[in-house]
């Protein structure tokens, strides 16, 4: 049993201070005194922001890219998740080419063994389509993967006809799907132009070069457009630009659902970065679709406090330098990603609220409530109420920390955001119930449970 006293309970509709008593991994009372029962531990949270547990909808922990896997698997991974108050990851269970879906899953569950520090679910990407595939659509549902993924480019993508008729049959099944949208004829036509120059092929920023905003914003109309037909909400992932939003605008004017999440790469890093030196330096930020520009951060700030984007999740995906050199010699052959899980929740608060750009409302919004709703784990998780799962994070505002690879939980070796003054610290973060990080470091391994799922809910 714990009781969090004197804290200030952050909620998507405001803040109140109120004590919040957990017993048995759940929230059991909340209010302005509760008087600690006897035996009860007692964490004074005076001065402190009291959040929900992060969820973060958008990591690849222990996947193949390029010939190599990421540095981070679901133990390292989730330990630096639970170490900057996230408490809860969803993954992306994969059917390759010739793979059953239930198979693409059950080789998840069996990647997730290495041992998980914070909750953990998975949405099932999809990368063929025939009639078997279909019908283990409600296998996956029934398993609690119950959210997809797609892709419009790299060799998972799927094509036009295939889109339709996944979306078509996800509306049957009353789910939906999250989409990477880049148009690939376009990107592969750049790449082979860019490659077939001798400098431009051992240059970093040909990777941002042959992906401009353009193919993605193509890609995100394109895929509204098929949701319409489909009659079906859509998800977009990792939007990066204005752009693009101007795409989901024009759907919604025309009445379409379609959710967003971007995410803190694309809010506080640009695609200058490409152009430094040496290789390793800029390799570093090769990550699909990429950086932008500034006025495209600003863009997405803005759509964040407006509403138009409704998560910030991270595309955690991370390389270390040796592993983004084995594209020294060809800027295709760079593993695309970056890591993110562990800073997310302090960046949002240090670049978005301490900077007056959204509310803490609006940071709890994006990274707790909204998050648990669209990927169907709410009440359980997403929010401080009684029932609800005790995951809990306790933010010092007035903390200031120095973003260092030295400290990072991560096992990649390099903190793409190095030197960066965080203008606030995760003083403690529970799993239900359970202390498990303080400032930023792990007290507690391998106490993540898989999240069963439920329908999303369209908000
Ligand atoms: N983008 C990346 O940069 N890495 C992994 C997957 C993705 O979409
Ligand atoms: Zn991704």
Known sequence: MILIKNGTLVSPDGCRRADLLADEGKIVKIAGRIEAPEGCEVKDAAGMLVFPGFIDAHTHFDLHVAGTV?????????????????????????????ETLNEGLDNWFRKAEAGCSCDYGFHQTITEWNEAISAEIPDMIGRGASTFKIYMTYDTQIDDATILKVLQRLKECGTTTGC??????????????????????????SHYLTRPDS?????????????????????DVHLTCAKGLDEIRAARARGQKVYVETCPQYLVMDDSLYEREPFEEASRYVCAPPLRKKSDQDALWKAIRDGEIQTVSTDHCSFTTEQKRLGKEDFRKIPGGMPGVELRGPVMYSEGVAKGRISVEKMCEVLCGNPARLYGMYPQKGTLSVGSDADIVI???????????????????YAPLEGMELSCAI???????????????????????YVKRGLPEYF
């Open 70 to 98: 990421t540095i981070d698997d679901f133990a390292s991974g989730t330990k630096a998740a639970v170490a900057g108050g996230t408490t809860t990851i969803i993954d992306f269970g994969t059917a390759y080419p010739g």
């Open 180 to 205: 990477h949208c880049e148009n690939s004829g376009l990107i592969d036509t750049l790449r082979e132009e860019y490659s077939s120059d001798p400098e431009k092929k051992r240059a970093v920023s």
């Open 215 to 235: 193919a993605e914003a193509e890609a995100i109309g394109r895929y509204c457009y098929l949701a319409e037909v489909a009659d079906e909400p859509v998800i």
């Open 395 to 413: 933010l010092d505002p007035s903390a200031h920390r120095l973003v260092s690879v030295e400290t990072q939980v991560s096992r990649c070796d």
């Open 427 to 449: 003083a403690a973060v529970y799993l239900r119930g359970t202390l498990v990080a303080e400032d930023g470091r792990v007290v507690c391994e391998n106490q993540g449970r």
